[in-house]
T-cell receptor, first 115, second 115 residues
Framework: EPEVTQTPSHQVTQMGQEVILRCVPISNHLYFYWYRQILGQKVEFLVS????????KSEIFDDQFSVERPDGSNFTLKIRSTKLEDSAMYFC?????????????FGPGTRLTVT | AQTVTQSQPEMSVQEAETVTLSCTYDTSESDYYLFWYKQPPSRQMILVIRQEAYKQQNATENRFSVNFQKAAKSFSLKISDSQLGDAAMYFC????????????FGGGTRVLVKP
């Protein structure tokens, strides 16, 4: 069964450094998402992406964040200058128009630790 | 904006017994989807069950079933014949009808299963 993959599984970085989280969505999916989950809290929406542009973003997704689909398979989330409060689990998800419920399939997540 | 509320931070159930998790939501939309996701200690997000708002019939998936009350904006999850593997965080989530809509999650309910 096709699945969303994410790399790395765990990233440790120092405050102020740039990080890029990578995702490979399911191949025929058209909609892509990033979500964040701070430890012990709920999952929060960051951004959705369709047709090579952002379709919606949350208040969390400020100028420090950016997304890109650099080729036909990868979908990346960049945090330009990480802060301690960016420490969280970051989930990528994708969905397809061919499934009536447009169900979002989640990757296993990248745990980001900012020190 | 849509909100999702899970009022039970933690629920405990004896193995083989039944537990019901509560979820309420607020929306002005008439057509939408509701989901329950399971998050085990690995933190992977696993879809348990989905409900289309236009369907009156409650969804069931093996030992998992929902009680969807559209007028009351209530969407509870019943886990029957609880197994040790059911121990996890459970998140209720809302999504509007359109293809690329984001998921809005509740705060989660931790389910403990006692042998």
């Amino acid at each position: 069964e096709p699945e969303v993959t994410q790399t790395p599984s765990h990233q440790v970085t120092q405050m102020g450094q740039e990080v890029i989280l990578r995702c490979v969505p399911i191949s025929n999916h058209l909609y892509f998402y990033w979500y964040r989950q701070i430890l012990g809290q709920k999952v929060e929406f960051l951004v959705s992406f369709y047709n090579n542009e952002i379709s919606e973003k949350s208040e969390i997704f400020d100028d420090q964040f950016s997304v890109e689909r650099p080729d036909g398979s990868n979908f990346t989330l960049k945090i330009r200058s990480t802060k301690l409060e960016d420490s969280a689990m970051y989930f990528c998800a994708s969905s397809s128009r061919t499934v009536s419920s447009y169900e979002q399939y989640f990757g296993p997540g990248t745990r980001l630790t900012v020190t | 904006a849509q909100t999702v509320t899970q009022s039970q931070p933690e629920m405990s159930v004896q193995e083989a017994e039944t537990v019901t998790l509560s979820c309420t939501y607020d929306t002005s939309e008439s057509d939408y989807y509701l989901f329950w996701y399971k998050q085990p200690p690995s933190r992977q997000m696993i879809l348990v069950i989905r409900q289309e708002a236009y369907k009156q019939q409650n969804a069931t998936e093996n030992r998992f079933s929902v009680n969807f009350q559209k007028a009351a904006k209530s969407f509870s999850l019943k886990i029957s014949d609880s197994q040790l593997g059911d121990a996890a965080m459970y998140f209720c989530a809302y999504r509007g009808r359109a293809a690329g809509n984001k998921l809005t999650f509740g705060g989660g309910t931790r389910v403990l299963v006692k042998p």
